[in-house]
Structures are given as C-alpha cells and as structure tokens.
Nanobody, 116 residues
Framework: QVRLVESGGGLVQAGGSLRLSCAAS????????MAWYRQAPGKQREMVAR???????NYADSVKGRFTISRDNAKKTVYLQMNSLKPEDTAVYYC??????????WGQGTQVTVSS
C-alpha cells in the first residue's frame, strides 16, 4: 500500500514563507511525476507545481516566481518552497505522485492559511 505523508502547512502572515514536504512510502513503483495541488473553499482543485523525474518543472501562473518545487528521488520526497505568500494562497495543499505505470496517488492534504 502506498502512503504519502505531507508536512509543513500552517498559519503565516502575508509576505511570509512556508515549506511543504511530502514523502512517499510503501509498494510504489518508480516514481515519475511529483506534484502539488491545492483546493480553496468553494473552488476546484488546481495544479500548483509539478516536477518530472528528470527535474523539469511547471508552475501555475499565479505562483510563478514565488514558489519552487524540488524533489529528492532517493528519499521519494517532494518539496514546495512557498515565498511571498498571499491571502489568496490559502487552501488545502495536496501532494500527488504518479508512477511509471501512470498510477496516481494522493496525500491527505495539509492546510495553509495566509493572513492579511
């Protein structure tokens, strides 16, 4: 069974920073893509950032220049460094991992709240 454990969420003032981590464990085949999504109240879940096994990255326009995604393949861990946080970044952030067979797994979510 595959398990994704997220950490690093919390409450921060606007302009502050947080770093999210997500570690994968269990019977998971080689990991291909790792990503972060978020869902704010009343809104659809959206992709925030994604990173391929080779290190190629994609970001939502709303976070470009502020957020940085990275990964440690040996530790099966993905990180999201969030700087210059804004109140509109408030959401539950979910880790998503896709293996080489395109099977996707989700974390339980971690709350990020940015106060103005």
């Amino acid at each position: 069974q595959v398990r994704l454990v997220e950490s690093g969420g919390g409450l921060v003032q606007a302009g502050g920073s947080l770093r999210l981590s997500c570690a994968a464990s269990g019977s998971i085949a080689s990991i291909n893509v790792m990503a972060w999504y978020r869902q704010a109240p009343g809104k659809q879940r959206e992709m925030v950032a994604r990173i391929s096994r080779g290190g190629s990255t994609n970001y939502a326009d709303s976070v470009k220049g502020r957020f940085t995604i990275s990964r440690d393949n040996a530790k099966k861990t993905v990180y999201l460094q969030m700087n210059s946080l804004k109140p509109e970044d408030t959401a539950v952030y979910y880790c998503n991992v896709e293996d080489i067979y395109r099977r996707a797994y989700w974390g339980q979510g971690t709350q990020v709240t940015v106060s103005s």
